[in-house]
């Protein structure tokens, strides 16, 4: 792609909690870039990006959908992601696309859990980001309050580049206080606090002349804009603190170079459901988010950061390249499988839509048909400038998959199986000898979701058991374990590792120090595959996690050895080295933010307390009382339906995953371990080896 073109390209994310109208700010955009001729209905289930039949039942995005609009010679990427908690794997792999975002917050809410999870995920990537204040048509809108909570809870460089005129039935659009197109025709000058021709917003947010005069609410969110600009730079502090006010022209110049540094976040209202501001939030995303970069003479490299699969043309891989060109029926690298595949359509998805064009160039986004063993998160080429994987979902909750009509099981097995590879957190269990399907999920929402997908895509009734916390282990002190695996003939393996507690949230770390003459580099990488696998069950059934392992001690023998001893005498190692040191159980919390009148408060937190809940003092907000703090899981999975009528309706509930912590000594948890433990070795190396009788 040469540079005219790229720099006329945005691949942009639009990002929001749940019900802050993200979907029907995409549908306003296509709709006024002549994309789409009549706008759709989230409620009705009309709406572009929706377009799955359980999406369309349910009023709610549960898949990320593209789509993609001109606007002033620029063409624009949009990936409209679910906006529910319990589809954040599908925000997860949405970042590895994208070069700068949109994030909607609803100007009655405000600032939500999944609004700050999504934010501190943006900051992580450094990805561009504008703050769009939606619903300000709405009973209860402030504009004040909500940039007043982005500037506590997200961030204190949120710079409003427009004011709004009005609030709830009075709100009219809002005035642009820099320009926010590509190209602006910039009036001459403007200190801080005025200026002769400045521009005021009809209700479509089309610009229109105004008179000098301006109000009180405009030179607020004026000086709130000038205040933010100076703290973002040093050279723009000093000279602000110089002389107290910047020209038009510096606001003009600074604005849009330090947004695309991501050093300052636009924040833009509108009314989408009316149809008010969505105008100029298109040009602010053509104008203050940048371009991508990739060089089509460079190495190809790119990620897979979606798949799904065609009735016709089998499986599809949506591919963001970050260097070189693919074009139709060439071979490629996959770098992660370690194979090459041939291309045998490359297609632009536009919602339901899609065409033919052939080839793909860096910096863009496409769907490749033809990679049959393609899996999201998948390198393809070099690798070079793709972006690392930004964890996001963490699955707490586990269930077990039902049937009634037997003969139904295989094509149970097979449709779970496919809908784990589109998305590999639901990390399906088959345990074939018992006949049982295991799923990890998010949420309720989720589980009634897969429901309705089983029977609407595939044509199979399902239903599940009651949901299950996940927990984990981690082991109790430091220790060894120790495996001579050297009977029954032909097999040598021994093995020697040291288990030590590591921090909390470290996940596993694993070294060896073994020399490679004792111990071929082969035997010993076979080693290193099979130590997470070893610790997917721990003693009491659950992921063993937050340790370090290091091989201390290994030997091969050259006669006896087979390439698979040590796969076999690894997890006989690990869980001997756990039995002897003992594990603790790590339990998962959630992180949450209450707001209620103050005569619930009082009732609210002793029903925190009963659930082992820890929180902080208390805010008081007018007449409003504020809690934030952590709360297990396990004793909270009916809370959110509970705090309802607790609160008759009024108070207000974000929750949001923290982290896993050791559980109180009287609680415990135990699952049943799949298949034979490895501490039984005897009957372990027998089932390993496929010899041991069928009962």
């Known amino acids: 792609m040469d540079t005219m073109k790229a720099e006329a ?40 990006t929706d377009f799955l039949e359980v999406e369309r039942a349910r009023g709610i995005s549960v898949r990320a959908a593209s789509a993609r609009f001109e606007r002033n010679g620029a063409t624009i990427n949009l990936i409209d992601t679910p906006g529910h908690v319990d589809f954040l794997s599908e925000v997860e792999r949405s970042l590895r696309a994208i070069d700068g975002a949109v994030l909607i917050l609803s100007a009655v809410e405000g600032v939500q859990a999944q609004t700050e999870v999504i934010w501190h995920a943006l900051r992580e990537r450094g990805i561009p980001t504008l703050l769009y204040v939606n619903k300000m048509d709405r009973i209860g809108a402030s504009a004040e309050r909500t940039l007043d909570g982005i500037r506590r809870l997200l961030t204190p460089l949120a710079a409003p580049v427009q004011a709004p005129q009005g609030a709830e039935e009075t709100f009219g659009g809002a005035v642009p206080l820099v320009p926010l197109g590509m190209s602006p025709a910039m009036p001459t ?25 301006r109000s009180e ?13 100076a703290d973002a730079d040093e050279e723009l502090l000093l000279r602000y603190l110089d002389r107290g006010s910047f020209t038009e022209m510096e606001l003009a110049e600074a604005v849009p170079r330090l947004a695309k540094e991501a050093r300052l976040y636009p924040v833009l209202f509108g009314a989408s459901g009316r149809g008010i501001g969505i105008e100029p939030l298109m040009d602010a995303m053509i104008g203050l988010l940048p371009a991508p970069k990739g060089n089509e003479d460079a190495p190809l ?41 041939k291309v045998t359509q490359i297609r632009r998805i536009d919602g339901r839509r899609s065409e033919d064009i052939g080839e793909l160039h860096a910096g863009d986004v496409a769907a490749v048909f033809g990679w049959s063993e393609a899996r999201i998160g998948d390198i393809i080429g070099s690798g070079d400038g793709v972006p690392g994987e930004t964890r996001l979902a963490v699955p707490l909750l586990t269930v077990q998959v039902q049937w009634k009509d037997e003969a139904k099981y295989p094509a149970i097995a097979a449709a779970l199986r496919e809908l784990a590879e589109e998305d590999p957190l639901l990390d399906l269990q088959w345990l074939q000898e018992q006949r049982e399907l295991h799923l990890k999920v998010m949420g309720p929402i989720q589980i009634e979701v897969l429901t309705q997908v089983m ?25 060894e374990g120790f495996i001579a695996y050297t009977m029954p003939k032909p097999c040598w393996a021994i093995l020697r590792f040291r288990i030590e507690p590591g921090e909390r949230g470290s996940g596993l770390r694993y070294e060896s120090l073994e020399r490679n003459e004792r111990l071929l580099e082969s035997y010993q990488n076979e080693v290193a595959r099979r130590v997470p696998e070893a610790l997917q069950q721990g003693l009491l059934g659950w992921e063993v996690t937050d340790l370090r392992v290091t091989l201390v001690e290994g030997e091969h ?106 559980c109180p000594a009287d609680v415990r948890a135990e699952r049943p371990r799949r298949g034979v433990n490895p501490l039984d070795q005897s009957k372990y190396i027998l089932y390993v080896r496929k010899a041991l009788a069928q009962s």
Do not use: C
């Not at 749940?18 to 759709?40: C, F, H, N, P, W």
């Open 189 to 213: 000058s403007l200190d801080a606090g005025g200026g002769e021709e400045a521009a005021t917003s009809t209700g479509t947010g089309i610009a229109q002349p105004r008179s000098s005069l």
């Open 557 to 662: 023998h050259v006669w006896h050895t087979h390439p698979l001893d040590f796969a076999v005498a690894t997890p006989m190692g690990i869980m001997d080295g756990l039995n002897r040191i003992g594990v603790k159980l790590l339990e998962p919390l959630l992180s949450f933010r209450i707001s209620v009148p103050e005569e619930h408060g009082g009732r609210i937190m002793n029903e925190l307390i009963a659930m082992r809940g820890e929180f902080d003092t208390p805010q008081l907000r007018g007449e409003r009382m504020e809690l934030s703090g952590t709360l297990p899981v396990a004793t909270s999975l009916d809370f959110p339906a509970r705090f309802g009528s607790m609160t008759k309706g009024r108070g207000i509930l974000s929750t949001a995953f923290a982290a896993y912590r050791e």
């Open 455 to 479: 029977s609407s895509r595939f044509g199979l009734d399902i239903g599940f058991g009651a949901p299950s916390v996940i927990y984990k282990e981690t082991p109790a002190g430091a220790g």
């Open 301 to 341: 490299s790119g990620v897979v950061f979606r798949v799904e699969r065609d009735p016709a043309m089998g499986r599809i891989a949506y591919v963001r390249l970050y260097g070189g060109r693919i074009r139709n029926r060439e071979s490629v690298l996959n770098r992660t499988r370690g194979l090459e595949e």
């Open 9 to 48: 390209l945005r691949n942009i994310g639009i990002f929001a909690h749940v019900d802050a109208g993200k979907t029907t700010t995409t549908e306003g955009m296509l709709y006024r870039s002549g994309r789409i001729r009549q706008l759709g209905s989230v409620d009705e289930g009309t709406s572009q």
């Open 217 to 229: 609410q405009e030179d607020t969110f004026r000086q709130h804009l000038v205040e933010a600009v």
